[in-house]
């Protein structure tokens, strides 16, 4: 059975909110991955303000529901001159959330780090910024690749909450359709279809990154 003429007509919307949900995507994983950085340097600082305040966003970040943090977010930004911007609500707040999950996942493969590699890099002049940048964090990242891909695949799962600020990404551009046409199996079934599009390269980049770091 083909696709029906009006859902036909419907897919360069379909596409096009494919394509919001892909920048989404994309936007909110880099602001995720920087986040979590932050976030891990904070928790692991001697400092007790920084630890502190590392702690602090894991914890919000962890501990309220996503769709929680969007709306305060999208009605914050107004008070910032920004209002009117669903998709720089929805990229802060998503990977603000994921950043939080992110941070956690490199705090835990610190412990790959041996002290023998901190006192050798101290001992060739690096402080702990250089050190953590250099000796740590590479290690760290390359440890948690699998993980973090995985994260990202949820972040991309997260995105549907975007059409609650009327972000048109995939899942509200197939209500819309759903709406014109009455064809709700057709239509959710592209929509599913699109978010494979993007998942499965992740899914098989983790299972190949996984199998990788088993062998090695």
């Known amino acids: 059975m083909g696709l029906d ?4 007509a419907a897919l360069p919307e379909l596409w096009h ?3 919001m949900t892909l920048t989404l995507t994309l936007l909110a994983a880099l602001l995720s991955l920087l986040m979590g950085q932050l976030g891990c340097y904070l928790q692991l600082r001697r400092s007790r303000l920084l630890r ?3 702690r602090f966003y894991v914890s919000v970040m962890r501990g309220t529901p996503a769709i929680v943090q969007l709306f305060v977010v999208f ?12 998709m720089l609500a929805a990229v802060l707040a998503i990977g603000l959330n994921s950043g939080a999950y992110v941070a956690e996942i490199l705090r835990v493969n610190q412990s790959l780090i041996t002290r023998g590699q901190r006192e050798a890099a101290r001992t060739l002049g690096l402080n702990r910024w250089l050190t953590w940048w250099y000796v740590v964090n590479p290690q760290v990242m390359r440890a948690s690749l699998p993980m973090l891909v995985n994260e990202f695949t949820i972040l991309l799962k997260t995105t549907p909450l975007a059409s609650v600020v009327a972000l048109t990404e995939l899942t509200y551009a197939g209500q819309i359709v759903i709406a014109r046409t009455y064809e709700a199996t057709q239509v959710l079934l592209l929509v599913a279809a699109g978010y ?6 992740l899914i098989g980049a983790a299972r190949y990154l996984e199998a990788k770091r088993r062998t090695a």
């Open 75 to 86: 009605f914050t930004l107004p008070r910032l001159g920004l209002g009117g911007q669903p």
């Open 196 to 201: 494979l599009l993007i998942a499965l390269p």
């Open 5 to 8: 003429e009006q859902v036909q």
């Open 17 to 19: 909110g494919l394509l």
């Open 52 to 54: 502190g305040l590392g």
